[in-house]
């Protein structure tokens, strides 16, 4: 894990990184952000950025300095293969040229996107893990969560019921086409958010997904509005959630309300 | 508007009161809780008890008590027809006996359950704008929010679908077998709860009572467990979304987030 550069600004100390590859793995390109001035180990999060995004994406950089001012977390994400700082990656780019093939002969996008996810998440698992490893080593060992959404849930899905250390995770924008099964096997507390008018992903799929999940404690966010509408303020449920779950200051653990 | 008797304590006063019956409405008992010390208008939530509860069950005293001391609210809260201090319903009592003979025949409880609140919100809704009015006669006029979940969301649809001065409410645990079309009216925002293995409300009509919300702005929380499960941090939610929209303590509307 080397880091190529490192700022400070309003708290926040962000380190872009090159994790270097090993044979059958690429080098990642990522960005950690922890508390300014903070040493040790503490617990991280994971970001997972959408389609066409990449580890510092507005709104990635957004949330992730959110998660370590407010939550004081570490947080990590990389470029997903073909995105950012990443190469071009000739076999996807096959994949979605014959994809758009398919869609123009009636197959629904969100199908083609679900089945593309799970071969580009045989990729990417391993990858996070490694980040894992290499920020783990560093940092020393702590709980671990994981957010993301679109892209980011359909990497995100099969990567947590992967790997234990993640202890809690937010998912959503996302559907059971594909990843039905490897949501049944996880077991963590998971916040899932929908667009209820979301125009990529059908509704019933996104349901279906959150119904599919293994975990005892689950939660669905759903609000009015389309694939990138939504609300800011989701950030605040996320910052309350992952720190239940994973800081030493976490809150107690709701109890049963009559209604 | 008669108070009865007034208590203070943790800085909440609870003021009981009888709202003498009109020809055609019978008198009403209710609480109002206010601010201790307060005086003059201040948003209003008006709380709708579950089915076998009343106006000072353990949970909606706590419920009231948080909206007082955490969002500065005035809460009041009334017996809904058979219940708490209301003299048995002889006519409802009588559809409840034949609800039971028609679930022995089969019929699912769910739409009895929908059609005897149907039935029961046309004495409601009336009672109800009574002691709108009665409570900003006593205070002066401010926004009004409403929370119910179970008869508190069979009993408030039609409530808020009537009456403008409501301009947010929280709904729940409840489905659109005989409310949807009244949903269709509610153009306020909505925070909608659902309990994912709700034993009493199937799920998709739960859903089906979120899409009809004629709102823009609507949102769902689903967690997973049964109809007794919700769990209290949802009060938290409840007081974020009230104060957003009734409180000019208010925090900013939320803009859209790119995923």
Redesign the interface.
């Known amino acids: 894990m080397r880091f190529t550069s490192q700022t400070s600004s309003d708290g926040v100390t962000e380190q872009p990184f090159i994790l270097d590859g090993t044979p059958g793995r690429d080098d990642l390109p990522g960005v950690l952000w922890t508390p300014e001035g903070a040493t040790g180990p503490r617990p991280l999060i994971l970001l997972g950025h959408?389609g066409d995004?990449h580890k510092q994406?507005?709104?990635i950089v957004a949330r992730a300095r959110r998660f370590v001012t407010e939550g004081g977390f570490a947080v990590v994400a990389v470029d997903a293969p073909g995105h950012g700082d990443r190469p071009v990656h000739e076999r996807y780019n096959r994949i979605a040229t014959q994809s758009q093939a398919r869609m123009a002969a009636g197959e629904h996008p969100a199908q083609l996107m679900a089945e593309f996810h799970v071969l580009v998440a045989q990729q990417t698992v391993p990858e996070w893990r490694a980040v894992l490893d290499a920020v783990q080593h560093h940092l020393g060992p702590a709980p671990v969560g994981y957010w993301g959404?679109?892209l980011?849930c359909g990497l995100g899905v099969p990567f947590v019921a992967a790997e234990p250390r993640v202890r809690a995770a937010v998912f959503g924008?996302g559907g059971a086409h594909a990843n039905a099964d490897q949501a049944a096997r996880i077991s963590v507390p998971v916040q899932f958010l929908?667009q209820?008018d979301d125009e990529r992903v059908p509704r019933d799929q996104s349901?279906a997904l959150?119904?599919a999940l293994g975990?005892?404690?689950?939660?669905?966010?759903?609000?009015?509005?389309g694939h990138?509408?939504?609300?800011?303020?989701?950030?605040?449920?996320a910052l309350?959630f992952l720190t239940k779950h994973l800081s030493p200051r976490g809150v107690d653990v709701?109890?049963?309300?009559?209604?």
Chains 1, 2 share one sequence.
């Open positions: 959408g995004r994406a507005p709104e959404v679109s980011g924008l929908v209820w349901l959150f119904d975990s005892a404690e689950k939660t669905l966010h759903a609000h009015s509005g990138g509408d939504l609300p800011q303020f989701e950030t605040d449920d309350l709701p109890e049963a309300d009559v209604s």
